[in-house]
């Protein structure tokens, strides 16, 4: 079973950055994409970014232009760095396959708040 593990959350100002990142238990990592998700207080847990095993990215409306998506395979991590914040970016991020078929790690609280 593929273990994941968020980490680089926190509280953040308005317009402010964070960088997220994911470390994957999977041995063979390089070969899945990837995605970032988050799940905002009272609604459905969403897909904000996603990356190809070949390196393509892919972005929710909401954070494009704001959101950058990467990996590295050989330390067989995915990161999300966040820019220019706003309050609605405020929940739990998490990262999985797009299609969420491993089981959910503990996610990274992200708070935008003046």
């Known amino acids: 079973q593929v273990q994941l593990v968020e980490s680089g959350g926190g509280l953040v100002q308005p317009g402010g950055s964070l960088r997220l990142s994911c470390a994957a238990s999977?041995?063979?990592?390089?070969?899945?994409?990837m995605g970032w998700f988050r799940q905002a207080p009272g609604k459905q847990r969403e897909l904000v970014a996603s990356?190809?095993?070949?390196?393509?990215?892919n972005y929710a409306d909401s954070v494009k232009g704001r959101f950058a998506i990467s990996r590295d395979n050989a330390k067989k991590m995915v990161s999300l760095q966040m820019n220019s914040l706003k309050p609605e970016d405020t929940g739990v991020y998490y990262c999985?396959?797009?299609?969420?078929?491993?089981?959910w790690g503990q996610g990274t609280q992200v708070t935008v708040s003046s």
């Open positions: 999985n396959l797009p299609g969420a078929a491993w089981a």
């Open positions: 999977a041995s063979i990592f390089f070969i899945y994409d």
């Open positions: 990356i190809t095993r070949g390196g393509s990215t």
